[in-house]
């Protein structure tokens, strides 16, 4: 027989569990990582809500949006990678063709004004809409896909559940689509531990960090590891690309080559690195920073001085970069292929 | 999980009922009293309707196949003594292929203004946007996928010169500076609560330099020139 205090404590947890369920089901923004600016993305016009982050999920684990269902945006942007694409500088799509940019890793986009190495995409919502249709990625367009998966039952559950409507437009494809994306927040690296009074960097890791601070925060500034400019870092321009970068969207010449200054959380997962993927290490990277710059009129000037590392300083500086990795966003479940969800 | 069905045929018929009659409410107010600004829009003087199998005459030795014409208009405003008021913010998809959507109605009372002004195309606030339905829905064809930002303006087809054979396509597009392609037009009303505006494709094809090329598919100096081009061959019929 049950006892009376028994029941009360069941009560109670009931309870307490009712009102959390009802607090997650009130959160519709991101919660902010201490010390970081407020998002750009407005929570208000697509608020955030479980069931849609769900279809977002699967949405991106799913190849029936492109053109003979063969592949999805994690073929070139995996998890255990921080959703870059491991060991291929150019991004790999439909029917074996490549493409001409390295694919890039995926993470705390509600803090991105644009997106691409060349800002090409001025909204989160807008950017499936480039790889579904690049012929060279998913060769696809947003009509097919639209018709694809009104056809699909387990879809059009999906959002009748999410949106009390099983009919699946575009506005609703590409909100639940940024809802997954803006749930990709790393926020958990060493280096956030420090800065949060949890852990301490070792001798090297603090000599590295200020050899950062004083060669290198320019451009990837804290806490998100970049200044969302555009910048020419003076890579010799590849021959067989020809890549003018930001130019080929704002025609100004004073952007030509010049590509967006990318984060540098999760960078240890991210290889190759730079736009084309030219380079596969670290200690490759810093070699550029420090004797490879190819000087040209639109040359970043935070280089144009040069940078000056001895062979310590530089494993220093490395060391302090693997304390920007986050395996609990790398490892985090609710961010890989959703198999129990699968209907 | 079961899906709610989609119609029930009882409640279709219920519904369809109310629509119609509703529709036919509508339709007697209307007669009643003018409270609405409508302003058609036409192309090649009064066609109505992009019809893809006939060719629309140009001059003796040119003629023009249409398969596509479609086009933004936002911001329409309404200036009385020297006052100007934006009376709709909605941003409208004319396309010449579907007949409903070649008529702008606006549910605003007309109180005798003398002109009119709009914009051909989105603003750069209306680029910025996140996903939306309706005439902003990138299933309408009018939006880059490659690079974020409307089409303004499509217009595609051939021209048959003698005997040659020539595609064009005009996707005029780019929202910022210095490549701005959003073009405002004004013209004077004659106080009555109905405006036809005409666009002139004659004088469009004629004024275009071909040899460039007629096909722009991007932002750029080139889709500035083509935008300003095409707005000045709007003009007003006057009832």
């Known amino acids: 027989m049950l006892s009376y205090s028994t029941a009360i404590k069941t009560a109670t947890v009931l309870l307490i569990g009712t009102w959390l369920l009802s607090m997650q089901k009130h959160q519709t923004a991101l919660s902010i990582p201490k010390q970081w600016p407020e998002p750009i993305y407005n929570f208000k016009d697509n608020p955030i809500d479980p069931l849609k982050i769900a279809i977002g999920r699967q949405l991106f684990y799913d190849p029936i949006l492109s053109a003979n269902n063969s592949i999805s945006c994690e073929s070139c942007h995996s998890p255990f990678t921080a959703f870059a694409h491991t060991d291929h500088p150019l991004s790999h799509g439909i029917g074996d063709s490549i493409g001409n940019r390295n694919a890039p890793a995926i993470m705390n986009l509600a803090w991105q004004k644009s997106f691409m190495w060349d800002g090409a995409i001025n909204h989160l919502d807008k950017l499936p809409l480039a790889p579904i249709s690049h012929p060279s990625e998913m060769g696809s367009n947003i009509e097919t896909v639209l018709v694809k998966l009104n056809q699909s039952h387990k879809y059009r559950t999906l959002f009748y559940e999410a949106y009390g409507d099983s009919l699946i437009n575009s506005e609703r494809l590409l909100k639940s689509m940024s809802q997954f994306l803006l749930t990709l927040v790393s926020d958990n690296s060493k280096y956030d531990q420090v800065k949060n009074d949890k852990a301490v960097f070792t001798d090297q890791e603090a000599r590295g960090y200020q050899l950062f601070k004083s060669n290198c925060s320019s451009c990837h500034q804290e806490p998100l590891f970049t200044n969302s400019q555009f910048e020419n870092n003076g890579l010799a321009v590849s021959k067989s690309l020809n890549d003018l970068g930001r130019y080929q969207i704002s025609q100004r010449s004073e952007d030509s080559f010049k590509f967006k200054v990318p984060t540098l959380r999760n960078i240890e997962y991210t290889s190759p690195y730079m736009h084309d993927g030219r380079m596969t290490s670290l200690t490759e990277v810093l070699k550029h920073y420090t004797s490879g710059i190819h000087y040209s009129s639109t040359l970043s000037p935070n280089l144009k001085n040069g940078i000056v590392l001895s062979s310590t300083e530089k494993t220093d500086i490395i060391t302090f970069l693997l304390t920007l990795s986050d395996p609990q966003f790398i490892f985090n479940p609710s961010y890989q292929y959703p198999k129990s969800s699968s209907k | ?239």
Not at chain 2, 32 to 54: C, E, G, P, R, Y
Not at chain 2, 99 to 128: C, R
Not at chain 2, 134 to 152: A, E, H, K, R
Not at chain 2, 179 to 192: D, S
């Open chain 2, 1 to 239: 999980m079961i899906l709610k069905p989609l119609h029930n045929s009882r409640f279709f018929a219920l519904k369809m009922l109310l629509f119609i009659s509703l529709t036919l409410i509508q339709q007697t107010l209307k007669g009643l009293n003018a409270d609405s600004i409508k302003v058609h829009f036409s192309f090649l003087n009064s066609q109505h309707i992009l019809n893809t199998d006939s060719s629309y005459t140009l001059s003796s030795n040119k003629k023009l196949l249409l398969s596509k014409f479609k086009f933004y208009v936002s911001n329409i405003q309404l200036d009385q003594e020297g006052h100007s008021s934006t009376v709709d913010r909605a941003i409208y998809l004319i396309d010449f292929s579907k007949p409903e959507a070649n008529v702008i109605t606006m549910n605003k009372e007309f109180s005798g203004s003398e002109t009119i002004s709009f914009d051909i195309g989105i603003d750069s606030i209306g680029n910025s946007y996140g996903a939306k339905s309706g005439s902003l829905d990138p299933v309408n064809g009018m939006y880059w996928t490659w690079q974020s930002g409307f089409i303004n303006a499509k217009i595609e087809g051939s021209m048959a010169h003698d005997s040659s054979l020539q595609n064009f396509q005009y996707h005029i597009g780019g929202y910022s500076y210095p490549n701005n392609t959003l073009q405002h037009c004004q013209f004077p009303l004659a106080k009555t609560a109905e405006a036809t505006i005409n666009i002139d494709l004659i004088e469009f094809f004629n004024t275009i330099d071909a040899s460039a090329g007629m096909q722009l598919m991007s932002p750029g100096p080139k889709a500035v020139q083509v935008s300003k081009l095409f707005s000045k061959c709007f003009h007003i019929q006057q009832p």
